[in-house]
């Protein structure tokens, strides 16, 4: 059995004491101190889990041009803060950490399932549906009495991943441009309220949001426990939150790509479509100044 939304601290364990063939990524980061999340997993993480940082392992690194300025690498599938890497520069990266296609991915972080959840759209978007977030990341596990390890981990043997048809769908800034004010999409902005409204902009040069996206704070997905609201509750929600719009419809977007996805996984677990992703987001779509910007 595959575990594709979410998975628990007790099946965790269930597959581990099997023998199963899986492989745990520790996904922990924080935006203000991007090196703290590697010092997170350096300190305690799950046993046999790889670390998956979010600027080196799982966005594209922008290159220096002859004209002194830094620009999206070439190959990148989306600009903003954290550009996605291609499908085989990230087949590339799975294939170095000894990921294999026949293996039970398990994704976690400490803040909440804002990081950990790009590597779970990321394994989709490569064709690989066998990748769930551990509920209540970090946290669950420490509170269930999970073992811990503070040592290093061996090095994995290098493997092959192949890339298979994608799973979820990408779109970029002029996807989202030409369907603006139409019927056909609804955008949803995962950032809190404040940065939404345009009343603080902390990390980009420009504050609001894309005209006409609701406003649905990635956090709202979890309850106080830090785990996913219950289907039934989650589906009320997004019912509420639409407004009788077609829920295929939905674009998922936030400040660079990556909080957007718990708001996919929640409409998942909500049991409707799944949402395209904009993972340029609103730091790619506010770079180009001729692009509409609505506040309040």
Known sequence: MAFTTLITVDQLEAL????????????????ARP????????AAHIPGAVHADLDTALSDHPT????????????????????LPSRERFA????????????????YDRQGANYCGRLWWMLKWAGHDAVAVLDGGWQAWIDAGGHVNTDDEPAHFQS?????????????????????GGTGQTLVDARAAPRYHGEVEPLDPVAGHIPGALNRPFASNLGPDGRFKSATQL?????????????????AYCGSGVSAVPNVIAMELAGLPAPA????????WCSDRTRPVERG
């Open 16 to 31: 581990r004491t099997q023998g199963a063939r899986l492989m745990v990524f520790d996904c922990s980061f924080d935006l």
């Open 35 to 42: 090196a703290s999340g590697l010092e997170q997993y350096q």
């Open 64 to 83: 220096l041009g002859d004209d002194g300025q830094v620009h999206p690498h070439p190959d990148a599938m989306s600009g903003g803060r954290h550009p």
């Open 92 to 107: 590339l990266w799975l294939s170095s950490v000894g990921f294999a296609n026949d293996m039970q991915a398990v994704v």
């Open 160 to 180: 092959n991943f192949g890339l298979r048809p994608p799973l979820r769908r990408l779109v970029g800034a002029s996807d989202v441009a030409k369907q603006l």
């Open 235 to 251: 589906r009320a929600e997004f019912d509420d939150l639409l407004q009788g719009r077609d829920p295929a419809g939905v674009v």
């Open 277 to 284: 992703l904009f993972a340029g987001s609103w730091s790619e």
